[in-house]
């Protein structure tokens, strides 16, 4: 299976993940916007709520392992306190909360690919998910003798397989159950639990 680079991947990123034996994740792509690649989804008090990255001005042929993350304005506050205000009352973010912090506060990242892999590997420690990956040396179009995940995994299109993945939500009798949410919404509201979701 190939896998794009996400920033705090949604549920079906880390089922596919765990579902296979081997993994690659892309890292030679053309960069696309509007993707999981730059931004998440949380649950917040209003419902749904993506949080998206910003990135240094790109031509629309930029290889993904060459986006810069811009800190033009301090998005890394904006996205911790909406953490914060999202999951402070779920059973497990001050469990968490140093960990992920850390990455918000007193880390800066020049390339998008370094943020995303970094958190990846947090929240694998995190949720126990023990799974060796590779990273592509190269861009192909197509991969036929494995699963291509790269742009059917997207903000735009529901999975129906994570649908009956149903677990407590902070907001939920306000809102629903929301599913396929970023990996953290998981992770805070389970915690040590998470892996037996995915």
Same mark, same amino acid.
């Given at each position: 299976?190939? +896998?794009?680079?996400? *920033? ?6 880390? =089922? ?14 053309? /960069? ?17 709520? @993506? ?13 993904? =392992? !060459?986006? %810069? ?11 911790? =306190? ?9 059973? /497990?973010?001050? /469990? ?6 850390? *990455?918000?506060?007193?880390? %800066?990242? #020049?390339? +998008?690919? !370094? ?21 592509? @040396?190269?861009? %192909?179009?197509?991969? #036929? #003798?494995?699963? !291509?995940?790269?742009? @059917?995994?997207?903000? =735009?299109?529901?999975?129906? !397989? @994570? ?31 998470? +892996?037996?979701?995915?």
């Amino acid at each position: 299976m190939i +896998l794009s680079s996400a *920033y705090l991947a949604p549920l079906e990123y880390y =089922k596919k993940m765990r579902a296979d034996d081997s993994v690659l994740i892309e890292h030679h792509e053309h /960069f696309l916007k509007q993707t999981y690649r730059s931004r998440c989804e949380i649950y917040s008090p209003n419902g749904k709520q @993506t949080l998206s990255i910003p990135l240094v001005d790109r031509n629309h042929r930029q290889s993904m =392992k !060459d986006v %810069k993350i811009s800190y033009d304005y301090n998005w890394q506050h904006l996205h911790w =306190k909406s953490m914060e205000s999202a999951y402070r009352r779920s059973p /497990f973010f001050e /469990f968490y909360e140093d960990d992920f912090r850390h *990455y918000y506060e007193e880390r %800066k990242f #020049e390339f +998008l690919l !370094d943020l995303n892999e970094e958190l990846q590997q947090l929240v694998m420690s995190s949720i126990k998910l023990k799974k060796n990956y590779t990273f592509t @040396t190269e861009y %192909k179009t197509n991969y #036929e #003798e494995i699963e !291509d995940c790269r742009n @059917t995994i997207t903000p =735009k299109v529901q999975p129906h !397989d @994570t649908e009956s993945i149903k677990y407590t939500q902070v907001f939920e009798s306000r809102h629903g159950f929301i599913p396929n949410l970023s990996i953290v919404d998981l992770l805070f509201n389970q915690g040590p639990r998470a +892996l037996d979701y995915i």
